[in-house]
Each structure stands twice: as structure tokens, then as C-alpha cells.
């Protein structure tokens, strides 16, 4: 296709490198200690855990880039929306919002612009540890005032949830240099964002502000299946072309804890009944956690 546009490029030199953690967790004990220490003066908190603190950035998968700094899935965005929706139409029957559709394609591991986290820490880091258990891992803390704290039927969260549903070209057109409203919103590709967002919700007034469509928010989802409502999750909505920055926002704060010794943490998680059977409610997780549980294994000498 002679109109689409050509894929950014950028070198492994301009990734943002790995933040220093503030804290070295090692044991359960006094990884909630150091939590419960923590003063976020009343802002509303969550957290969320990567198994290799030098792998992974604050960034959702829609957004991330190949080993040569090549977007691997951000041009076809809308295609990947359309082409789940057609090939398991009966799963979404159910959604009323695009953000419902975007929360489960994201369960399904389909590429998003969302950013899981959750409002319960030991299950963040349950998943600093669950995975390559030799690599030191992290837990991100996010802190944030309340009224950035939006639900799944937030006018904000449906505007910025639907840019998955144009194409790359007609988000790269969009000019936020108006300075007026009317003006901003007269543009084609806004009346095409106008119009998904209305199918979903048909008295939205035609008012779309720049400000929030290029931001960063904190949804709290339907419960739409057992594996969020475990986990007790949440995320954070990507605007168009928005970035977190490592070291957080002036709107969202970022504090990094370090992860080791997993091996023993999971233990100690699997003590307060955080594992993979009850993370991932489902027969073939319990199947598996019960089989390892129970693995012959050499007594101790």
C-alpha cells in the first residue's frame, strides 16, 4: 500500500535505559514492610511487576519496538482490533465500550494501548517473580490523585480508547497546534473518532479536547472476568503517541523496587495462597500448579 506511512525508526542507543531501583526486595517480609513505610500523602496507589527489571519498560505492548527500534505492531492497530472482534465475534458480544473490547483483547494478549496494573502488591510481585527466575525483577509503585482515576464509562477513557479504531495514517494527521476547540475538532480525522465514539455512546457532544486525548489515565475496568477480578486489576490508557517517562510525571509518581531471591518470595507467596492457580482461575493453571506442588522431588539430606 503506496499511503501507508513508513514504520518510526529509532536506534537501541535512544531507548530509555533501566531506572535504579530504590529499594532491593528479597523476602515477603520485608518487601511489605518497606510498602506499608511508604507516605503517598493520601494519593490513590498501584503497582505492577516486571520479571526482568533490564527488559521491560513503562510502555503498553502497542507501543513497543523490535531490538532495531522498529514499532511492531503500533501501524496496524486498527486492523489487530478488527481482526479479533471478526474472528471471535461471540466473546465480545457482550462489551458495550470499546475499552470493554480493549480490556479483553488485552486478556487475550492481543497488542493494546493499555498498561496493566493492580491495587494489591503482592500479587505485583508475584509477577516480578514468576518469570525468569535468575534475572533480578521489579515492581513498579504508581501513585496519583484520585481524579485521575477513571471508570470504564468515562467520556476521557471512551476518546482516547477509540483511536484503536482508526487507522495510523489518520492519527498522524491530527494537528493539536488549534488553539481553539471548534477548530481542533473540524479536522477529518477527529469527525472519524467522533463517529466510533458515538456508536457506543450516541449523545457524546462533538467536543473532543487535545489535552486529553494525548494523555495518560488509570481506568478501572470491568470485572468482565475472573482473571481481572483475581488480579485485582486496573490500567493505565495510552493517548495518542503518549509516553510515561521512567522516572514518572508530574502526574504519576514512580517508585521502583528491585526483586531477588524469587525462588523463595514465590514460596512465601504460594503460603498466602497467591500462585498460579488462583491468579489464573482457570482448570489448565490448576492443573499445572497442583502437578508441580506435587512433583517427586529428592528428600532434603
Do not use: W
Not at 513508513?6 to 518497606?34: N, Q, W, Y
Not at 508530574?250 to 517508585?255: L, P
Request: aromatic fraction near 10%; include cysteine.
Amino acid at each position: 500500500d503506496i499511503n501507508k506511512p513508513a514504520p518510526a525508526i529509532v536506534t537501541v542507543a535512544e531507548l530509555p535505559p533501566a531506572s535504579e531501583p530504590e529499594f532491593k526486595a528479597e523476602s515477603v517480609g520485608r518487601f511489605i514492610e518497606h510498602i506499608l513505610a511508604l507516605d503517598h500523602g493520601g494519593k490513590e496507589v498501584f503497582y505492577r511487576g516486571h520479571s526482568n527489571r533490564k527488559k521491560y519498560r513503562l510502555e503498553p505492548s502497542i507501543f513497543r519496538k523490535d531490538k532495531d527500534g522498529n514499532f511492531v505492531h503500533k501501524h496496524s492497530e486498527d486492523r489487530l482490533y478488527r481482526e479479533l472482534l471478526v474472528s471471535n465475534s461471540a466473546d465480545f458480544a457482550g462489551d458495550v465500550y470499546t475499552l470493554d473490547r480493549l480490556v479483553r483483547m488485552q486478556h487475550y494478549s492481543l497488542p493494546t494501548r493499555l498498561l496493566d496494573i493492580t491495587s494489591n502488591p503482592l500479587i505485583a510481585l508475584y509477577f516480578a517473580c514468576k518469570n525468569h527466575l535468575d534475572e533480578e525483577g521489579e515492581l513498579i509503585v504508581f501513585s496519583m490523585d484520585r481524579e485521575r482515576i477513571k471508570y470504564f464509562d468515562s467520556d476521557t477513557a471512551s476518546c482516547i480508547a477509540n483511536l484503536a479504531r482508526i487507522n495510523q495514517q489518520a492519527k498522524d494527521s491530527i494537528d493539536y497546534d488549534s488553539s481553539e476547540i471548534h477548530v481542533f475538532n473540524d479536522q477529518r480525522s477527529l469527525k472519524q473518532l467522533l463517529h466510533v465514539i458515538k456508536e457506543e455512546k450516541p449523545f457524546f457532544e462533538g467536543e473532543i479536547i487535545p489535552q486529553d486525548l494525548k494523555s495518560i489515565i488509570c481506568v478501572k475496568g470491568k470485572h468482565a472476568n475472573n482473571r481481572i477480578a483475581f488480579q485485582s486489576g486496573a490500567f493505565l490508557l495510552f493517548g495518542h503517541d503518549a509516553t510515561l517517562d521512567e522516572a514518572g510525571s508530574d502526574e504519576i509518581s514512580v517508585h521502583r523496587i528491585s526483586v531477588g531471591e524469587k525462588r523463595l518470595i514465590l514460596r512465601q507467596l504460594d503460603k498466602l495462597n497467591i500462585n498460579e492457580s488462583t491468579l489464573f482461575p482457570y482448570i489448565e493453571s490448576s492443573a499445572k500448579y497442583i502437578a508441580d506442588k506435587f512433583l517427586f522431588r529428592e528428600p532434603d539430606a
